[in-house]
């Protein structure tokens, strides 16, 4: 990499499906967030993003973060820093903390949006506010089920919706 070329990013990004999320939209959304992020610094040369995979699912079982986890041991990979779109959509509970140690071995920055640039673990409070986004990130799916579960029971009561499989199915 010359000087003049700047850092090269492989973006990383996802998005579920279960609450009817436009993967086109939440992918276009991220990748602007992470351009704004690095620009200046370098460029996104690959994108990875995985659809319809829960946050709560480990990198390694993603399968666009998996490609993503294996072209970091590739000496001759085309990046040399990973831009995530969105932390509370990467990382879930204590992820970044278990993953931070792979991203040093190999040498890669994770840059993130919430930290307006790279992660330093040697920067008082940066891994510990990782771990609170992730547990924030753990915290949004608690949330999002509470006011599902609210919403049917409310409808249930208030609308006579059944919200369960076949109503009066007749044999």
């Known amino acids: 990499m010359s000087p003049a070329s700047g850092t090269r990013f492989a ?5 579920s499906t279960e609450d009817h999320q436009d993967p086109a939209t939440s992918r276009a959304w991220q990748v602007l967030r992470a351009q704004a ?5 370098g460029r996104i040369v ?14 390694a ?16 990979r085309d990046f040399d820093a990973i831009v995530i779109g969105s932390s ?19 040498g890669i920055e994770v840059w993130v949006p919430e930290l307006g640039g790279a992660v330093d673990p040697q920067t008082a409070g940066q891994e510990e506010l990782m771990i609170l986004l992730g547990i924030l990130s753990k915290r949004e799916i608690a949330r999002a089920r ?3 579960r609210a919403a ?6 208030d609308q006579g919706r059944y ?9």
Request: glycine share 10%; net charge neutral.
């Open 11 to 15: 973006f990383y990004g996802r998005v």
């Open 37 to 41: 992020l690095v620009s200046g610094h």
């Open 46 to 59: 690959a994108e990875l993003f995985d659809t319809g995979r829960s946050r709560t699912i480990p990198w």
């Open 61 to 76: 079982r993603r399968p666009e973060a998996a490609a993503l986890l294996a072209a970091m041991a590739d000496p001759d």
């Open 88 to 106: 509370e959509r990467a990382f879930y509970g204590n992820q970044f903390a278990t993953m931070a140690p792979l991203f040093d071995h190999y």
């Open 146 to 148: 509470i006011r599902t």
């Open 152 to 157: 049917m029971t409310v409808q249930a009561r």
């Open 163 to 171: 919200l369960g499989g076949e109503q009066g199915a007749v044999g």
